[in-house]
């Protein structure tokens, strides 16, 4: 099936350590997202990369790292540097055609700081 | 100010009624404009994609866009219980290739 994998669904992570969410597509997109989402808001952006080796803060990238070496892939972390870093991330990929953009979205990982 | 903005609702309808969802925007600069249905606990789900002004219908949903005055709607018909979600409204300028969100309208439709 074709679509945006993400890993893992849960993840806990102790004070101080740093974590790594993973993005999967096969969709062949060119451009990938991550987004964060806090309980009742909206997504914020945290890194996009619109090519492979080539990626771009978003609005809220203190604490964050990605890296974008296959274009199929484009995992998160998250650092110890991240203050407040319980939340829902989601991961999106996109491809530009001449009728316009779309974005889908993976199925989320949900860390939590214990 | 958000760039875009959306009530958070709750919004509670009784099942068959339609649902009328709305969204501003203040950048002129947004060129497409997207709707997702977000189940609790799982990725938004696109519903609908708009470019131009004017309307869009597929099956009982219906997006509207006003871009003179930078109004974003979306109206669902025949609302069923399976409607019940979160709504987010997003768009998206070419420049930067990056989609804004709207923080959402949760809907419940009542049997």
């Known amino acids: 099936d074709g679509g945006i994998t993400q890993s893992p669904k849960y993840l806990f992570r102790k004070e101080g350590q740093n974590v790594t969410l993973s993005c999967e597509q096969n969709?062949?997109?060119?451009?990938m997202y991550w987004y964060r989402q806090d309980p009742g808001q909206g997504l914020r952006l945290i890194y996009y990369?619109?090519?492979?080796?080539?990626?771009q803060k978003g609005d809220i990238a203190e604490g964050y790292s990605v890296s974008r070496e296959k274009k199929e892939s484009f995992p998160l972390t998250v650092t110890s540097a991240q203050k407040n870093p319980t939340a829902f991330y989601l991961c999106?990929?996109?491809?530009?055609?001449?009728?316009?953009?779309?974005?889908?979205f993976g199925e989320g990982s949900w860390l939590t700081v214990v | 100010q958000k760039e875009v903005e959306q009530d958070p609702g709750p919004l509670s309808v009784p099942e068959g009624a339609i649902v009328s969802l709305n969204c501003t925007y203040s950048?002129?600069?947004?060129?497409?404009f997207m709707w997702y249905r977000q189940y609790s606990r799982k990725g938004p789900e696109l519903l609908m994609y708009?470019?131009?002004?004017g309307n869009k219908e597929d099956g009982r949903f219906t997006a509207q866009v006003d871009k003179s005055s930078k109004y974003i709607s979306l109206f669902i018909r025949d609302s069923q219980p399976s409607d019940s979600a979160t709504y987010l409204c997003?768009?998206?300028?070419?420049?930067?290739?990056?989609?804004?969100f709207g923080g959402g309208t949760r809907v419940l439709v009542k049997p």
């Open positions: 999106a990929s996109s491809q530009t055609t001449s009728s316009g953009n779309t974005i889908y």
């Open positions: 969709l062949n997109h060119d451009a």
């Open positions: 990369s619109q090519i492979v080796n080539d990626f």
């Open positions: 950048n002129s600069a947004f060129q497409y």
């Open positions: 708009t470019y131009s002004s």
């Open positions: 997003a768009a998206f300028k070419a420049a930067g290739n990056k989609l804004t």
